[in-house]
């Protein structure tokens, strides 16, 4: 069997590239889109991957459009030679479902790895939550980290048979690189006081690029807050974001403003953090598996389990909300405790072995591997 996989960073397809790779009779083929081509090449070496197919993309200042076109039309050249027997492709990124619409022109089936996440409007996240909708359409195999994402595929009338829970391959990664001994120190954490709290800032969501002043001068509050916390901050590059951080923030004492960092640098980032606030997707899943709290600057979240379980608190863009969240968990210790030993309901470390079970049960005849239990797992740092 050979299976076909793409994304952009490879954080959450490495362990399944693994799992593949561990597993006798499977040729994984990886190709990768290139986006981001630092962070890539940084990540390929960390988890010790080779893609055979590099679509190489990114170009400057780059439309939906021109990702997408330009992913259909490597994708196809590279399909019609690789012939894989299934495309593995992960997420809620433009290039996935670009891919996934290649291999369906090729009458390839389709692996959908994160599958089932929502939020109740087509417009939020733009254009992560279309583009999940569509991959969801298009994918004959949908692989969800919770019971709850498997209940959105059900009621969009995706077969009970094409689904199974398997947790969600991030915590795979994180947990893997968080427990490494050679794990590097964060740029400038240097300039960290062990003593004081530690606040792991991103931001970089287009829906937030209008409110960024908000953001950053919400951030100015919290570092004047009487548990004198620290700010780390790897600012986005987008133009939406990188200047107006540095004019409001790069000389407030206590900000620490740094440029974008790589995927084992942040696992030891949030290893570091008291607690994160963000707006990205995979930190919500990944900061609870070390007991870190986080706020979600978002007005909404595709990821539910974690506000139910008590991991998350979602704090949208408003300025107050923001510091007034921030400084109850600094302030009230049982508030911080009930957050930091709250259940993680994303994942178990075995989601891509799951994965790889399933796979081989339907294409091979085996049998199929027990799902995710719903039930989660407690924090683990």
């Not at 993309?57 to 019609?80: C, F, K, N, W, Y």
């Not at 995979?282 to 598996?289: D, F, H, M, V």
């Not at 909404?300 to 991991?311: F, I, K, M, N, V």
């Not at 979602?314 to 911080?336: C, F, K, N, Q, S």
Request: hydrophobic residues 40%; negative net charge.
């Amino acid at each position: 069997m050979t299976v076909f996989g793409t994304r952009p960073d490879t954080i959450k397809m490495a362990p399944v590239v693994h799992a593949l790779n561990a597993r006798a009779g499977i040729e994984s083929i990886v190709c990768v889109t290139a986006q981001h081509r630092q962070m890539l090449d940084d990540l390929l070496e960390l988890f010790g991957i080779v893609p055979q197919y590099d679509l190489d993309i990114m170009t400057p200042d780059q439309t939906l459009t021109q990702i997408t076109t330009r992913v259909l039309s490597g994708m196809e050249r590279v399909l019609r030679e690789a012939r894989p027997d299934v495309v593995l492709v992960h997420g809620d990124t433009t290039t996935s479902t670009s891919a996934a619409l290649a291999a369906f022109y090729q009458h390839v089936p389709v692996g959908h790895v994160e599958a089932g996440l929502r939020t109740s409007e087509r417009w939020l996240p733009f254009p992560e939550e279309m583009n999940r909708r569509i991959t969801g359409t298009i994918a004959a195999y949908h692989f969800s980290p919770t019971p709850l994402a498997r209940e959105h595929l059900l009621r969009e009338n995706i077969a009970p048979g094409d689904i199974i829970v398997t947790g969600n391959t991030v915590i795979d990664a994180f947990l893997a690189t968080a427990a490494r001994a050679d794990l590097p120190v964060p740029p400038r954490f240097g300039e960290i006081d062990p003593r004081r709290p530690t606040i792991l800032v991103t931001a970089h969501r287009r829906e937030n690029h209008e409110h960024m002043r908000e953001l950053c001068e919400a951030m100015r509050e919290i570092a004047a807050l009487p548990q004198r916390p620290q700010i780390y901050w790897p600012v986005h590059p987008s133009p939406h974001v990188r200047p107006i951080a540095h004019e409001l923030l790069g000389n407030v004492p206590g900000v620490v403003l740094v440029e974008p960092i790589d995927y084992a640098h942040m696992v030891a980032a949030v290893k570091a953090a008291t607690l994160v606030l963000t707006d990205s997707g995979g930190l919500q899943e990944e900061a609870p598996c070390l007991g870190r709290p986080v706020l979600v600057m978002r007005e909404e979240t595709e990821r539910p389990e974690g506000l139910e379980a008590g991991t998350l608190e979602l704090v949208g863009h408003d300025r107050a909300t923001i510091v007034d969240a921030t400084a109850r968990l600094l302030a009230e210790p049982a508030e911080y405790a009930r957050m930091a030993r709250a259940a993680n309901p994303y994942g178990d470390g075995l989601a891509s072995d799951r994965i790889v079970s399933w796979l081989l049960a339907r294409l091979r005849g085996g049998a199929y591997p027990e799902p995710l239990p719903s039930a989660g797992v407690g924090s683990l740092g």
